[in-house]
């Protein structure tokens, strides 16, 4: 259930139009950023400050989000600058939210889906079949009759099964051959599962020329928020191989998909090296794509978690005391990043005795030798002993049942694969808030 302080609005486009140009529309990103821990401190602190623990009704004080749809659309005009020759397909799977879909489809960009529900959510809100990429490698049958009918012709491969699969089933589609890619430095490696070697690549072409297919490009993935900017390069290098075997076999390779593995911390320096590799190795005539994620989301999305119970530990040698205090989301709701996504959420102080502390440096952890702190870990409201979210915390206050934390940066891999589990609710209000005059025309607000 999301919680909207804006109202749902079919998307118009406006990637080229004036309206993105006008002055009163520019990004300033320093101080969009002031405007946005404005709004979503007020967002935070309205939904807060109006929940009484002692006396709410059963789920009134459950985790929150607040969204800022405005660094979505500075993230985009980031790219833009950064990466003018590519045109992003934002990856659905990263965080399918509604707006955020809504106001990526105004903005002009494509998508990249990876199964039947999230094609269907995107063509739901009105983007065209072109706009889409079924970027999976290894698809469903059922899913690609479904494509087919639905005209999103655009889809990867990497062996040779899935290409008889295609060509059974949607011979029309329009081909990307997914290569390997070094991706040892990237939070989550793909590798493993997706990719043909370049020892692979000349008889899968082959293969796709006898079976009558229509390979238009090539596609690789550096793996999900990477590290290292010369992976671009290499993968980039690679390309320029098969794009060669695939004219030698009579394709008209016209598209090179760069994948995702973008993150806002080192996204300058990879945009550089993999500006630089493209312009060397690929003409201007060459359309490139990429699936970026990660990027769009990750900052856009606060989270705010109450404690729903305390456990006071005393230690018999020291006599010091610390405390386990226990929130109402973990590991099998919107913390399922620290599991399956490698973060490490930082847990800061909203709201305690009556006073909230959101963007003040009271909010902050402070150093475990500092004079009258208090020793914290932070567990979910699981079962499972592994649902823990901080090992181990300090902050000067003395935190009870009925404080609250915030987390920043939770957007990405989050709330689209929390769980049920235990009964307890994957579905979370989103209070959302939007500090950019662009995106607030674009959404019509």
Same mark, same amino acid.
């Given at each position: 259930m999301a919680t909207a302080l804006v109202e749902y609005s079919a998307p118009t486009y406006f990637e080229n139009?004036?309206? %993105?140009a006008k002055k009163n529309l520019a990004v300033d990103h320093n101080h969009g950023a002031v405007v946005a821990k404005q709004m979503i401190g007020d967002a935070l602190r309205q939904r807060v400050e109006s929940i009484d623990h002692e006396s709410c009704d059963p789920g009134d004080e459950d985790t929150f989000f607040v969204g800022d749809l405005g660094e979505v659309y500075r993230q985009h005009m980031r790219w833009k600058k950064n990466l003018p020759r590519v045109k992003p397909f934002y990856a659905v799977k990263c965080n399918p939210d509604p707006m955020v879909l809504q106001l990526l489809a105004g903005l002009g960009t494509g998508f990249d889906c990876a199964s039947k529900a999230e094609i269907e959510q995107v063509l739901s809100i009105g983007v065209d079949p072109s706009r889409i990429i079924y970027a999976q490698p290894c698809k469903t049958n059922s899913y690609v009759r479904y494509v087919a009918n639905q005209g999103v012709k655009q889809m990867t491969f990497d062996n040779a099964d899935e290409l008889r699969k295609i060509a059974k089933l949607f011979p029309d589609a329009e081909l990307f051959l997914r290569i390997l890619t070094d991706d040892s430095s990237s939070l989550c490696r793909l590798s493993l599962k997706f990719g043909a070697s370049l020892d692979a690549t000349d008889d899968l072409l082959r293969l796709a020329k006898e079976l009558g297919l229509n390979v238009v490009g090539v596609s690789f993935h550096v793996g999900s928020g990477a590290s290292d900017p010369l992976a671009f390069l290499k993968a980039v290098q690679d390309a320029d191989v098969v794009f060669k075997q695939g004219y030698a076999h009579g394709f008209e390779m016209k598209t090179l998909?760069?994948?995702?593995?973008?993150?806002?911390?080192?996204?300058?320096?990879?945009?550089h090296? %993999?500006?630089?590799?493209?312009?060397?190795y690929f003409p201007p005539q060459i359309n490139i794509i990429a699936e970026?994620?990660? /990027? /769009?989301?990750?900052?856009?999305? !606060?989270?705010?978690?109450?404690?729903i119970a305390r456990r006071t530990i005393e230690n018999p040698v020291t006599g010091e005391t610390s405390y386990m205090v226990y929130?109402?989301?973990? %590991?099998?709701g919107n913390f399922s990043s620290i599991m399956f996504d490698h973060q490490h959420p930082i847990a800061k102080v909203l709201r305690t005795g009556n006073r909230t502390y959101y963007d003040s440096v009271l909010a902050d952890a402070v150093p475990k030798d500092t004079c009258a702190s208090a020793e914290y870990s932070i567990w979910?409201? !699981?079962?499972?002993?592994i649902d823990r979210i901080t090992e181990s915390i300090h902050f000067a206050h003395e935190l009870d049942v009925g404080d609250w934390f915030y987390f920043e940066d939770m957007g990405a891999y989050t709330k689209c694969s929390a769980t049920k589990f235990n009964g307890f609710s994957d579905a979370h209000d989103v209070i959302y808030v939007c500090s950019e005059p662009g995106a607030r025309a674009l959404m019509r607000l």
């Open positions: 139009s004036p309206i %993105l998909d760069v994948g995702g593995g973008f993150s806002g911390d080192t996204f300058e320096a990879m945009a090296v %993999l500006r630089e590799a493209l312009d060397e970026p994620g990660r /990027y /769009y989301v990750s900052s856009a999305f !606060t989270i705010a978690c109450n404690i929130v109402n989301d973990g %590991l099998y979910g409201p !699981t079962c499972d002993g």
